[in-house]
């Protein structure tokens, strides 16, 4: 069993700078899971606690059921994989994966066939003899993996391994890692500041900033209900639009309120909304959740608003429309078959039903679990 | 390319060409003077109209009968490569230490380590003397060793330093995961990987050692043990200047150094790094 538990993590540099303000954190055994956030927001350095380069100011972490505060690096049962894969430059790739092995002395047949294991999964039986600068980005890539896997430890750690890679062969290594989790059935920690890393990858997504957990949770969840307006905009691509609106009440009905916009709200949110009636709020709509009226279905006018074309992005199968509604600049991911030009007006239809409304002040999500992941996002 | 370019172009080379040759006339100068007969060099060098080349020079300047430079080359040879190794291996560890360990006064003895750079030879010359003198040092290659140690452990340190700072740490944290200890993470990783520092700093330790008289001049005095560089100056007669066998000598001198950059220049340059201040 190797689950990794922090518990109350705090550290601070000793310039003072608090760079983890009280992390708490299960991974379970054989999941893998998945540190996201901007640069600077303590998630290397989280990592780096849990591997053991960086002392733990408060708190505890264990691996396997052990508190190791105070042991060595070497001592943990952990690989890491690092950002510029911090090959040895003067071995071939070879003494590279052999190098931990044979400071622990293990027996020379079993190193060699430990490593042959894995450079056979990896695909570089072929580049043995070679050292690493005569190797590609994504070869290196492979190697230090194979560094990792040939230690057989019950904890991988990888810090942000992709992005020095192109995008494309980071596609293709991002397959390549998970598919290798599934085969080696370990408990992987992974960093990264790339939120489709995360959704595709992780079991669990730990989305951090400015040193503090935001949200725990698998990749629908995020998505789907993320718990303030910092991981709504984190979490997909392109991001969440805001619209800072009044919550206004008509009769028995409440709207979403700016200048000549006004949407209808579901009646399932008004619970939580009528304390915020009258109130400013953040509106927040995914670009997914924005329509062409031309190709909704049924649109209804109490959720359609107009917005002006600025900037129309084919993509081929998606059109991208940023678009400028009651003051606020939008981007709508709509039909490609969309007619929409620059400088037009556009109808554009909200799916009232995946919205998200955020409190201005606090930025947390109002409608917090009233979207689960399974519901059929529909235009009414 | 306009018309005005290549001339600049043509007045820049001419400008170079002329610096190198101001540069290298001396040099030139001092070869046509070692490998010629005294008669035919004394109204100057630049006479071409007999040439007769020979090597003569070198080998009485070799076998001079009161200072032998065979000796003194021999000398210097057990001054220079210990007065090398030495100071190398020790401030390749503090180098290493104050670049990657963190411990109180750490910056204060890196402070200290550039001000010693700062100081003069001269300045020290008395006490370093009486040090000796009182250690029972003085005419002996152990003095004139620790001295070299000692006045090339603070450069060699901050130049390693200097140059470890440009290495990515992560190399020695993915060694220190895969299980090795601080003296192997050195020693089977950091240490293979900085031979470009290490001959670098070995070639300008080693000629700096090997050409200085200064220090060499305070402490070794008998004639048996005189360095090469002391032994140059002797073979000047009182009545009579000897300038070919003076030119052999004083090439001889510069020709090991020069043999040393020859060998390590692959490393040298990448080396320089340590130079830069991060």
Redo the contacts between chains.
Sequence with gaps: MAEVILKDVVKVY?NGFKAVHGANLEVEDKEFVVLLGPSGCGKTTTLRMI???EEITEGTVSIGGRVVNDVE??DRD???V???Y?????MTVYENMA??LK??KVPKPEIDKRVKEAANILGIEGLLDRKPKQLSGGQRQRVAVG?AIV?NPKVFLFDEPLSNLDAKLRTQMRAELKRLHKNLQATIIYVTHDQVEAMTMADKIVIMKDGVIQQIGDPYSVYFEPVNKFVAGFIGTPSMNFIGAKVSKEGEKLWIHKDSMKLLIPERYYERLAPYVGKEVVFGVRPENIYDKMFAVTPSEEFVAEGKVDVVEPLGSETLIHATIAGDDIVAKVDPKTRAQAGDTIDLVFDMNMVHVFDKETEENVLMGLHSAEEEPKVE | MTKKRIWVKVFLNIFAWFIGLIWILPVIGILMTAIRPFDEVINGWWHFKEFTPTFSNFINALNHPTAPLIVGMKNSLIIALPATILPLFIATLAGYGISRYHFPLRKGLIIAVVLTLALPQQMIAVPIFQMMSSLGLVDTYMGLILLHTAWGIPWITFFMRNYFKTMPISIEEAARIDGASDFQIFYRVVLPNIFPAIASASALQFTWVWSDFFLALILIYSPDKLLITQRVPLMRGVYHVDWGLLSAASIMVMIVPILIYLLLQRYYVKGMVGWTIK
């Design positions: 000793p591997a053991g380069l690096p070497k952990i690989a890491m690092f950002q510029n911090a090959l040895y430059p003067h190098f931990g400071l622990r560094r230690r």
